[in-house]
């Protein structure tokens, strides 16, 4: 996708050295991808990825579940090297930001995004997600449809603090936008999937209610590249696009909430024309 490649660009030729909790970053601040639905299902062709790991994935999320082992069963790896920095084998110190070995023997990961979107506040909490998509079918007009991931009150418990912090659902009550905020974002490796995750969100709400995929945006807060995977961006960054795919769904029931739980929905989609380049690894940097 162009608008992927002219951040990764722009990094490139105007990103400033940053050194973090977890190495050496070129960065810029304040970045927006944009991609029009209707020109194609927005998975990068530069490099071949993976779908199935994306949806498995926003599955967890949607079912507000916070134990790693659920993915572990499905082949998802994402989660493996987290934990929740509250558990008692959490090892704290200084660097309590980074996961220790605590993440091999327990599979909790803390109140993440899944545990906000469906029960901010903690157990019978407010499902967010449930409440934006019943206003999209009495009120789909609203501009207060909004689900935040960012719980000041439970970020210490997370694995992770929130990258992709939250989301908003703007329609015209025939097409359907989607905006996500993110205020850390990894370039090379975490927004292709980041990008991924919410096309799919966008594709099944859209579904679940009936309208059309419209605009795919992301506001990026602190946009970088891992020093580690900078030259390997830039080469990958040389090949030229192909053809975006098109996200086909199966039979299986549009209700979102019913199709994430039914493990068949894992077989209940395809990419017509999905031709990308070979795939290329990243460094994942904790």
Same mark, same amino acid.
């Given at each position: ?66 134990h790693k082992s659920w993915l572990k069963e499905r082949g998802n790896k994402f989660w493996n090297k987290w ?17 220790s070995k605590a993440s091999l023997i327990t599979d909790d990961l803390g109140p993440i995004y899944g545990s ?57 009550? !025939?097409?359907?936008? *989607?905006?996500?905020?993110?205020? +850390?974002?990894? &370039?090379?490796?975490?927004?292709? =999937?980041? /990008? !991924?995750?919410?096309? *799919?969100?966008?594709?099944?709400? +859209?579904?679940? &209610?009936?309208?059309?995929?419209? =605009?795919? /945006? ?69």
């Amino acid at each position: 996708m162009k608008t992927y490649l002219d951040i990764v660009n722009r990094i490139l030729m105007y990103g400033e050295e940053k050194i973090g909790r977890n190495g050496s970053t070129t960065s810029i601040t304040g970045e927006t991808f944009r991609h029009d639905m209707r020109k194609g299902f927005p998975i990068l062709t530069i490099r071949e990825m993976s779908l199935q790991n994306a949806i498995t994935e926003l599955r967890f999320f949607i079912q507000g579940f916070t134990h790693k082992s659920w993915l572990k069963e499905r082949g998802n790896k994402f989660w493996n090297k987290w934990c929740n920095r509250q558990s008692e084998e959490y090892a704290h110190n200084i660097q309590y930001l980074t996961p220790s070995k605590a993440s091999l023997i327990t599979d909790d990961l803390g109140p993440i995004y899944g545990s906000q979107w469906r029960s901010f506040g903690g157990i019978g909490g407010i499902d967010q997600l449930k409440g934006v998509i019943e206003t999209l079918k009495v009120a789909p007009l609203s501009r207060r449809m909004l689900v935040s991931a960012w719980n000041p009150n439970e970020i210490e418990s997370m694995a992770l603090p929130p990258c992709h912090d939250s989301f908003q659902f703007i329609s015209n009550g !025939l097409d359907l936008d *989607l905006i996500w905020r993110q205020r +850390s974002c990894d &370039v090379a490796v975490g927004l292709p =999937y980041d /990008i !991924l995750l919410y096309g *799919l969100l966008l594709s099944l709400v +859209s579904r679940h &209610v009936g309208m059309v995929p419209r =605009y795919l /945006i992301g506001q990026l807060g602190d946009t970088h590249i891992y020093d580690v995977n900078l030259a390997q961006l830039e080469s990958v960054a040389q090949r030229r696009p192909n053809i975006l795919p098109e996200l086909i769904f199966g039979k299986l029931e549009k209700d979102l909430f019913a199709w994430v739980e039914s493990d068949l929905c894992a077989e209940d989609w395809s990419l017509l024309n999905y031709n990308p380049h070979p795939k290329s690894v990243f460094q994942v940097v904790e």
